[in-house]
Nanobody, 124 residues
Framework: QVQLVESGGGLVQPGGSLRLSCAASGRTFSSYNMGWFRQAPGKGREFVADISWSGNRTYYADSVKGRFTISRDSAVNTVYLQMNSLKPEDTAVYYC?????????????????WGKGTLVTVSS
């Protein structure tokens, strides 16, 4: 079992920044890949970014590449999503997910555990 708790969401103006955190507990943190997904109002859940169990590989959706950075800190069992140059279209509930497979995936159906999400609103 893996428990995930997101934090750091809120209201930010266009062009601003936020850092989301996802605290993990349960299984050994360094044994699984981690991902961030988001779901905008009225839309399906979509891939944002993910990071391998070792932290050596990262992948991003084209829509956030160059603006968002995913990272992980095994000392505190936490994965982060630094979001810069935020746009109104980034408004969504952001979820972190744990993928226990040895093969990193962008597919939400490959994720094994999910947090409850944190809301990010980008608006002036």
């Amino acid at each position: 079992q893996v428990q995930l708790v997101e934090s750091g969401g809120g209201l930010v103006q266009p062009g601003g920044s936020l850092r989301l955190s996802c605290a993990a507990s349960g299984r050994t943190f360094s044994s699984y890949n981690m991902g961030w997904f988001r779901q905008a109002p009225g839309k399906g859940r979509e891939f944002v970014a993910d990071i391998s169990w070792s932290g050596n590989r990262t992948y991003y959706a084209d829509s956030v590449k160059g603006r968002f950075t995913i990272s992980r800190d095994s000392a505190v069992n936490t994965v982060y999503l630094q979001m810069n140059s935020l746009k109104p279209e980034d408004t969504a509930v952001y979820y972190c997910a744990a993928d226990l497979s040895p093969i990193i995936s962008k597919d939400l159906y490959d994720m094994d555990y999910w947090g409850k999400g944190t809301l990010v609103t980008v608006s002036s």
